[in-house]
């Protein structure tokens, strides 16, 4: 398996809410697909010499994702998101590059810029369905479906 990966927004909550304290996992709304076992499962693929690579879209998406409860749990995780942004490679796709593309039209934005980026050498792990079997059909082995891990 590779050592860098794109990361998705649903991902990139369960790696700093479970960062920020494993049992929010459980408590978050954004999260109630997903349990300690799933960010134990991601933290093992991303083991810690792993390269995290980002978009601003993507990153924005997390930032709204991201945030509930008391203002110091929302405190802990905006600190936690600036830290691992601090810690991963963030990469930009041009709007106008991407809102081109044939899939803009089904994908949206941050899914179609995730589709131009990933790559074999940097995958996308991802628990959309929609995403992966796009990327998967360009890019075959571009993609890992964390749902796939899961079993």
Do not use: C
């Amino acid at each position: 398996m590779s050592s860098s990966f794109f990361i998705d927004a649903n991902l990139l909550v369960l790696f700093i809410v479970g960062n920020v304290r494993r049992s929010l996992v459980n408590r978050h709304p954004r999260l109630k697909a997903y349990s300690v076992v799933d960010y134990d499962l991601l933290l093992s693929q991303l083991r810690p010499r792993s390269k995290i690579y980002v978009t601003p879209n993507t990153l924005t998406e997390t930032s709204n994702l991201l945030p509930f409860g008391p203002e110091s749990i929302n405190t802990d995780l905006f600190e936690e998101l600036r830290s691992m942004i601090e810690d991963s490679e963030e990469i930009v796709v041009v709007s106008r590059k991407a809102s081109v593309k044939p899939e803009f039209r089904w994908l949206g934005l941050t899914d179609t810029v995730l589709l131009e980026l990933a790559t074999r050498e940097t995958p996308l792990m991802t628990t959309d369905l929609r995403l992966w079997s796009e990327v998967i059909s360009l890019k075959p082995e571009a993609a890992v479906n964390f749902h796939h891990l899961r079993r």
